[in-house]
Nanobody, 117 residues
Framework: QVQLVESGGGLVQPGGSLRLSCAASGFIFSNYVMRWYRQAPGRERELVAGIRGPSSGTIYPDSVKGRFTISRDNAKNTVLLQMNSLKPEDTAVYYC??????????WGQGTQVTVSS
């Protein structure tokens, strides 16, 4: 079965960096689009980065562009999110996501990122 397991969250000061990791299993990882979303308290879940499978093309919203970088290691079935110049408004639970060809959505359990002094 499909499993997505995030790690790497924590507490960081404004201006600091964190790297999130998502370990995937149960599907042909290299073929799938992978995304990171986040959800802050009282707010809707929002996309923060996406990466295609074969081409590894990436997308970012303006709120994180230039600060966040998504990458993937198809040999290790892992997708990473490097987050630099973190701001308090980046505080949220971050989720790893993929969608099966059937249209079913898969989510990880989430990892908390807190940016605070």
């Amino acid at each position: 079965q499909v499993q997505l397991v995030e790690s790497g969250g924590g507490l960081v000061q404004p201006g600091g960096s964190l790297r999130l990791s998502c370990a995937a299993s149960g599907f042909i990882f290299s073929n799938y689009v992978m995304r990171w979303y986040r959800q802050a308290p009282g707010r809707e879940r929002e996309l923060v980065a996406g990466i295609r499978g074969p081409s590894s093309g990436t997308i970012y919203p303006d709120s994180v562009k230039g600060r966040f970088t998504i990458s993937r290691d198809n040999a290790k079935n892992t997708v990473l999110l490097q987050m630099n110049s973190l701001k308090p408004e980046d505080t949220a639970v971050y989720y790893c996501y993929t969608r099966a060809p059937s249209g079913y959505d898969y989510w990880g359990q989430g990892t908390q990122v807190t940016v605070s002094s």
